[in-house]
């Protein structure tokens, strides 16, 4: 699966881009002056460059994910790419529009230069915070996954504990059973050995008996 990291830089791009996206549709045509435009242009810049940056850690992560996740993730950083190119055009291309019309700037006045560079301000911040709000929500997430996971992973070792313990008790009773097949064999070996003893005697008393008895026969019948 893809890293956490790429994750959270995954999100934080795709929120740069559509802040850029959205300042150049519509940021700069609302700006009051010149001085706004170029605060607003420069502010625009800075983000590409970071959007810039975080592809490249996302290209780093990608060419250490697994095989079968790497080809979507670099198909998704390539595609971040090309938008970033793309907003640098246009980026570029406002900004020479911009310097034609410096001429025309000296018609603002500066009251109205600094409340139009107030409101920038305090529009950069609100979408700052946004972006701070969607990566808190993007770890509150992340947090909730590993909880989840390790109260599932608890659960996993306690059932390999408990079959550990149920295999132990199966080895222990195993190792009963081979005590007790030992000891079988010892006392099936010896009553064997009891066996054949008992035969040999009974074949010495066999051959005793007709030892005797033929002893008797000769006595009786070819002594006289």
């Not at 010149?34 to 940056?53: F, H, P, V, Y």
Request: glycine share 6%.
């Amino acid at each position: 699966m893809s890293s956490h990291k790429f994750e959270l830089l995954d999100e934080e791009v795709e929120a740069l881009l559509d802040q850029v996206a959205d300042e150049l549709e519509f940021g700069l045509s609302r700006c009051n002056g010149q001085e706004e435009r170029k605060l607003l242009l420069s502010e625009i810049e800075r983000m590409l460059n970071d959007a810039s940056g975080s592809l490249i850690d996302m290209d780093i992560e990608s060419k250490k994910a697994p095989v079968d996740y790497r080809n979507n993730m670099n198909s998704k950083v390539v595609r971040y790419q090309n938008e970033v190119a793309r907003y640098q055009r246009q980026l570029d291309r406002e900004k020479s529009s911009n310097y034609r019309g410096d001429g025309r700037s000296d018609l603002v006045s500066n009251d109205d230069d600094a409340a139009s560079l107030d409101a920038l301000r305090r529009k950069q911040v609100q979408q700052g915070a946004a972006i701070l709000e969607r990566t808190s929500e993007s770890i509150a997430r992340s947090t909730s996954i590993a909880v989840e996971t390790e109260q599932v992973g608890t659960e996993v070792l306690g059932e390999l504990g408990t079959q550990r313990e149920t295999l132990t008790r199966t080895r222990d009773r195993l190792v009963d059973t081979d005590a007790e097949l030992s000891r079988s064999r010892k006392i099936i070996r010896a009553m064997s050995r009891n066996v054949l003893y008992n035969r040999i005697l009974l074949i010495i008393i066999i051959l005793l008996e007709m030892g005797i008895l033929g002893g008797l026969v000769y006595w009786k019948f070819f002594t006289k």
